[in-house]
């Protein structure tokens, strides 16, 4: 195992200030500079299973428009109408027969966002149909999800996504085994935060706290009640407890394996955080996908899918001693975020706390933060 | 007919920037620029029928009381009591005997403002009980409303509101004939628009988006789904359909007509926008008035009056289908305005949308906001 | 009597402009300045009664935490955990064995505030316990209330708080004969008043409204229906009406007589506002304590205590009377301030209202106010 955090000598160190995580003006550039600009997990690609079928999300401040073109392409367009701004769909999840039709003054546009019709566009010759076309976002599919990135030159997905993969577990294959691609959901549940997104971050970072407000998942992690969170090291997969029989609640036998599944990776559990809002989990019977949409300074939405194999999830066999196992700890989780959340504008706070040993990793994400909100926009 | 608008020649003309319809500085900038300068067409001359009857409404962010003088005359204060500015009426309407006491401190006022008493007054004989009298607005009836100015020195009312209509009409009498100021009320209908006022008028202005979203309004006046509003050209009104019999929701029979409704004004549509606030609609048996109250970036409260010829309105004979086809329309207009709201805030709305040859003439509404709000305050 | 107030030659005296009651950024500074620094009367020593009881407050935009130690001393503490800033105390009130232990990652802190235990801490063996150890308030009791300082160097309490007493009755003798610590408490009521806290102080000061809103107050002081305040002199108390038997909502018969009022004292009524924050009212047989709590430019918590002798509680005699005299007059006064509260935005009231001469005392309010602003932060 390499330790990655650099600090380990100095016993505490600090955290970002107060500020950080309340200040609406700093908000706003993380809006712009982060969700704005980086790949973000936008959508599962299910949920635009075929053409003209489509979602919308809030990406960065913005309504993102996700739908599939005839050729089967993930596409992506701000949900605006180029007339006059109407938004182009309201609702959250729907299907078009070829186009989407503006409700306001019947701007037309295909599903790879062309221009197509528009009462008068006869009478209209020079406009350029694919200039005045719905604004474009670059889309990528991976692992059964669509990933969007609202820059104009986005990112290297293989540096950033990739990366964040690699630097986590060593190498991309590890993940790759797990087929996440060919899951299929198995449950969603969705978590209104009143927490900044980074303290949800830096929670799934470290398992300082795991003793104390994680009885359930530390009798299946032993380890994790010694303080080291499995994000703490390179390549390493927390190991089931002696008596535990699968990644359950209660410790009981779980699903069925996924095929891919080393005998290495057997009975452990990987954590990957994909910056700056995606939390993989891994176990031999399923992945656990959490992802972040954050709304203010102290809200965050976090959508978390459990996924298992196709042929688990048709039989009907019961998946709940599966879920509820993350669903409590996502509420112990949340809820210690939330406490978080009332100190960052206090006198006492305005530098921060301090992370101590088991902690240190979290100041190179905070380093991270920084550096994006001081590149040039 | 004469065309307005001269940049006929270019296919798309730009709209104000998105910041314009969201900007919070920039609003409180138009409350006092506008609103709080401007003739602004406030209550109905009916609701301060007799002296001493009062209403108080919000005009430019400010709480205005107007009532009625024993001379017969409509005056209007700032609701505000000058000795420590408590609010002097709470309600929105009512009836006091001679004078307005303030609950806080006894502070009473006559109805042209005066300091008449106040607990201990003799003994302060040197205070001028006109200076410290309400302060007074600039006040004046036209069309049995009563429009009100809190600029100093108000801007002339023939050149601006009654400059609009005849910009509009191409003359006054037109109007005139009308006798709107002898009209009674026969319906009200009050809207909570979730949307900037500029969008209400845009689209008031336009009929670019008839065809898509008035089916009602279009089968009763077919030019409309051409896309050519009346505001497009001077003095035009929309003619009604061949089996039209009158401006209903079904197009059957209206009320008795106005008198003085000429033959060429017969079986016509005609629409008025007076500059900040109002829009008259004439059609040969009734007059319909809205009048806009601003109260956010994004929120605009909309009151519709529906007027008619006293005898009809006393008749007790069914309006319904005469105030449902403008009541749909409202309906519409302003569900498609709400629509656009969202955009305001949006990258890629950030130098705002486009106008079609058919809503060229919007863009010197908006040149004339620009002029407003860079005047010297 | 000595009158206090030295601009009584002139009949009309300036307020603060409005914006001093609603701008946020003043607001802002007032926290920082006035409730952040100065002694700010927070719980009644009875709340937190022996060691371990706690209880938590806002105070300057901060949450405190209240409790008493071991040796029977009142602490105050910054309600933040040291680490990673989670809110240790979520209740408003409770009770702990000997410690208070954060929920996030169990650091732990005696009631003296130190850090006495945190997982892995022997680790850590260079943190200081005292370092890390919860951030103080200064705390002092006095008159059975627990009084905070949130700054650094706390003012005198002897010239500040003590100083206000004695400014108001001449001498702190006269408030030390109702001996408050030994009164207990007969009746609470909290009041969520949608007004500046400044508009509630001022209203306190002085009684030029009485006449006006208070029917109940002024038949039993009748002097008060002439407009000035106890406030206006120095160590005057304003006395019963002939027929009054008690400080009773009808005037009927009181409580028993605190032993320590003397003949002079008995069947007035004094007042007295220790800024920022606290308004004392005296009466033979009871004493009404005031807090404010500022939560926003226009939202002021006020909490109104209701102490008589403990035999008098104990026995269940019927307080109400004596009760509802002042939750009346409390009613009254904070309607009136909301009431005032709206103006303070508007363009007439930008330069404030007057002050008439009985009123005149309050512009001495204005000007320490200002002056705590202006002092170097």
New interface residues.
């Given amino acids: 195992m390499t330790v990655i955090a650099n600090q380990i000598s100095e016993?505490?160190v600090k955290?970002l200030p107060?500020s950080a995580y309340s200040d609406p003006d700093l908000f706003a550039r993380e809006q712009?500079l982060i969700f704005?600009q980086m790949w973000f997990c936008a959508v599962s690609s299910a949920e635009i299973g075929k053409a003209g079928s489509f979602r919308t999300v809030q990406i960065g401040?913005?309504?993102i428009l996700l739908t599939r073109s005839r050729t089967g392409d993930a596409r992506g367009f701000?949900n605006?109408?180029?007339?006059?701004?109407?938004?182009l769909c309201?609702e959250e999840a729907g299907e078009v027969a070829r186009s989407f039709q503006c409700?306001?003054?019947?701007w037309t546009y295909d599903l790879d966002g062309k221009l197509v019709a528009?009462?008068?566009l006869t009478?209209?010759p020079?406009?350029d149909r694919v200039e005045?076309g719905l604004?474009k976002v670059h889309v990528r599919e991976w692992l059964g999800y669509v990933w969007v990135s609202?820059a104009e030159r986005p990112p290297s997905f293989e540096d950033t996504v990739i990366g964040d993969v690699r630097t986590r577990l060593g190498d991309v294959e590890s993940l790759e085994r797990y087929g996440v691609e060919n899951l299929q959901l198995g449950k969603r549940i969705t978590y209104d935060v009143k927490a900044n997104w980074k303290l949800i971050i830096?929670n799934f970072m470290e398992c300082?706290?795991c003793?104390?407000?994680h009885p359930e998942l530390t009798e299946v992690l032993p380890e994790f009640a010694d303080?080291l969170a499995a994000q703490y090291f390179v390549g390493h997969g927390a190991l089931f407890g002696e008596d535990i029989k699968g990644f359950t609640v209660d410790g009981s036998e779980g699903l069925d394996k996924i095929p891919g599944v080393t005998e290495g990776q057997d009975r452990r559990y990987y954590a990957v955080t994909v910056r700056p809002q995606v939390f993989l989990n891994m176990v031999p019977d399923h992945v656990i996908v959490h992802r972040m949409y954050p709304l203010a300074p102290d809200r965050t939405i976090v959508e978390c899918d459990w996924l298992f194999l196709p042929e688990v999830v048709e039989s009907g066999v019961d998946l709940s001693k599966s879920v509820e196992l993350f669903h409590r700890v996502n509420q112990q989780d949340f809820e210690?975020c939330e406490?978080?959340q009332?100190?960052?504008?206090?006198?006492?706070?305005a530098d921060?706390?301090?992370?101590?040993?088991?902690e240190h990793h979290i100041a190179e994400f905070h380093n991270w933060v920084l550096d994006q909100l001081n590149r040039d926009a």
Same sequence: chains 1, 2, 3.
């Avoid at 009332?342 to 706070?349: E, L």
């Avoid at 921060?352 to 088991?358: C, D, E, I, K, M």
Wanted: aromatic residues 8%; contains cysteine; positive net charge.
């Fill in positions: 016993s505490l955290t107060g712009e704005g401040g913005e309504s701000f605006i109408c180029r007339h006059r701004g109407a938004k309201t409700p306001y003054h019947a528009a009462p008068n009478k209209m020079d406009i005045y604004r609202l830096e300082y706290h003793a104390t407000i303080g210690a406490r978080c009332a100190a960052t504008d206090s006198r006492v706070y921060g706390g301090v992370l101590v040993p088991s």
